[in-house]
């Protein structure tokens, strides 16, 4: 049955990304505790090859199988599209709780900015 859009096989891409994912978070935390920086820089090697592995697959579905018809790039647009907006609107919240708590504190924080408890550095 011929249809426009690409049925995609299975991959070791995405478990193996979310596993270097995570040891690169592990590694982070060894490097902030144990001063280790051998096992950060292997894990960030290790996830960028994997990334380069990835979207070479990807390149090859593309050029050389022919996978990606108009609606798969339609497809592809579309996410990357919709990626962009749900991070703006991210930030749109994350700075929108920052520039509504800071001008008019609550009683919750403690009717001041900075909220109660949190110590500040002199940045002069």
Same mark, same amino acid.
């Given at each position: 049955?011929?249809?426009?859009?690409?049925?995609? #096989?299975?991959?070791?891409?995405?478990?193996?990304?979310?596993? &270097?994912?995570?040891?690169?978070? /592990?590694?982070?935390?060894?490097?902030?505790?144990?001063?280790?920086?051998?096992?950060?820089?292997?894990?960030?090697?290790?996830?960028?090859?994997?990334?380069?592995?990835?979207?070479?697959?990807?390149?090859? #579905?593309?050029?050389?199988?022919?996978?990606?018809?108009?609606? /798969?790039?339609? &497809?592809?647009?579309?996410?990357?599209?919709?990626?962009?907006?749900? #991070?703006?609107?991210?930030?749109?919240?994350?700075?929108?709780?920052?520039?509504?708590?800071?001008?008019?504190?609550?009683? #919750?924080?403690?009717?001041?900015?900075?909220?109660?408890?949190?110590?500040?550095?002199?940045?002069?």
């Amino acid at each position: 049955v011929y249809h426009s859009y690409h049925m995609v #096989e299975n991959s070791p891409w995405p478990i193996i990304s979310s596993f &270097g994912a995570f040891t690169f978070m /592990v590694s982070i935390v060894c490097m902030l505790h144990l001063n280790n920086f051998f096992f950060l820089f292997f894990s960030f090697f290790l996830l960028i090859l994997n990334f380069y592995l990835w979207w070479r697959d990807v390149i090859r #579905e593309s050029l050389m199988e022919g996978m990606h018809t108009f609606i /798969v790039k339609q &497809g592809l647009k579309m996410g990357m599209i919709l990626f962009i907006i749900s #991070e703006i609107f991210f930030f749109i919240s994350l700075f929108w709780a920052y520039f509504h708590s800071m001008p008019s504190p609550s009683i #919750e924080i403690g009717m001041m900015w900075p909220p109660k408890g949190i110590i500040f550095f002199n940045p002069y």
